[in-house]
């Protein structure tokens, strides 16, 4: 072989492992997730408190800080030093955005991948080997209704996504461990929601910009007696 048919062939080698090294981490996403220290503080506060809010300006990491925090429970895999709320078996969690095209964009997008891009799902979040099954969502191009995750215990949370816009009624029926409000809810769905987890012990988060104001929802949390605290 000649002196150039090495080198192509050396070539080639390290950009087949480049490739095969940047997938490797594309489907780490969570275990390289390190927190700044107000998502440290808001995920923290989870063993003191059932309710909690990341209330904060835009693109600094609160939907990322959901989307992480959802990803540990679902799965089981909670980091050396956790010191947040803990669940010790598989979950039923709901992620629910305004409209069921900005779920999709947003806490199914972090959660689970480029939503157009199926071959990308599980470069998120949720790592690659732990999406264990889905169902689509009708009416709706590229968006989930229902994802199976394995969790480290050996059985399955499930995550389903859904969206304000569905209104009350759609939000009634289910007993949940979980229910993530990405942006802002009206008080009647925040309460439904908050509902569907009074079984299992009341458990909810939320992340959102104030575009609202002193809404009904934050003066829940904005109040001497409040559910827990805010993160600004």
């Given at each position: 072989?000649?002196?150039?048919?090495?080198?192509s062939s050396?070539l080639?080698?390290a950009l087949?492992?480049?490739?095969?090294?940047?997938?490797?981490a594309?489907?780490?996403r969570?275990?390289s997730y390190r927190p700044?220290?107000?998502?440290?503080?808001f995920h923290?506060?989870?063993?003191?408190?059932e309710?909690?809010?990341?209330m904060?300006a835009?693109?600094?990491?609160?939907?990322?800080a959901?989307a992480a925090?959802?990803?540990?429970h679902?799965?089981g895999?909670?980091?050396?030093?956790w010191?947040g709320?803990?669940?010790k078996?598989?979950?039923r969690?709901w992620?629910a955005?305004?409209?069921?095209?900005?779920?999709r964009d947003?806490?199914?997008?972090?959660?689970?991948?480029?939503?157009a891009?199926?071959?990308?799902w599980?470069?998120?979040m949720?790592p690659?080997?732990?999406?264990a099954?889905?169902?689509?969502?009708r009416?709706?191009?590229?968006?989930l209704?229902?994802?199976?995750?394995?969790?480290v215990?050996?059985?399955?949370?499930t995550l389903a996504?859904k969206?304000y816009e569905m209104?009350r009624a759609?939000w009634?029926?289910e007993?949940?461990?979980?229910v993530?409000?990405d942006?802002?809810?009206?008080?009647?769905i925040?309460?439904?929601?908050?509902?569907?987890?009074?079984?299992?012990?009341?458990f909810?988060i939320?992340?959102?910009t104030?575009?609202?104001?002193?809404?009904?929802v934050?003066?829940?949390?904005?109040e001497?007696?409040?559910p827990?605290?805010t993160?600004?």
């Amino acid at each position: 072989m000649s002196s150039a048919n090495l080198k192509s062939s050396a070539l080639k080698r390290a950009l087949a492992l480049a490739r095969e090294q940047k997938a490797r981490a594309s489907e780490q996403r969570l275990k390289s997730y390190r927190p700044y220290s107000k998502q440290r503080a808001f995920h923290e506060a989870g063993i003191r408190f059932e309710e909690r809010m990341f209330m904060a300006a835009n693109q600094v990491g609160k939907t990322t800080a959901g989307a992480a925090e959802w990803a540990i429970h679902l799965t089981g895999l909670y980091p050396e030093g956790w010191k947040g709320k803990r669940f010790k078996k598989p979950v039923r969690f709901w992620a629910a955005g305004v409209t069921s095209q900005s779920t999709r964009d947003n806490p199914q997008r972090l959660l689970i991948g480029p939503p157009a891009d199926e071959s990308a799902w599980g470069t998120a979040m949720i790592p690659k080997a732990h999406l264990a099954d889905w169902t689509r969502a009708r009416g709706i191009a590229n968006a989930l209704d229902t994802v199976l995750v394995a969790h480290v215990s050996g059985g399955f949370s499930t995550l389903a996504f859904k969206s304000y816009e569905m209104g009350r009624a759609k939000w009634q029926g289910e007993t949940l461990d979980g229910v993530w409000f990405d942006e802002e809810p009206p008080l009647d769905i925040y309460s439904e929601g908050l509902t569907r987890t009074q079984a299992s012990g009341l458990f909810s988060i939320l992340t959102f910009t104030p575009l609202q104001g002193a809404s009904e929802v934050v003066r829940l949390f904005l109040e001497e007696e409040g559910p827990a605290p805010t993160l600004v």
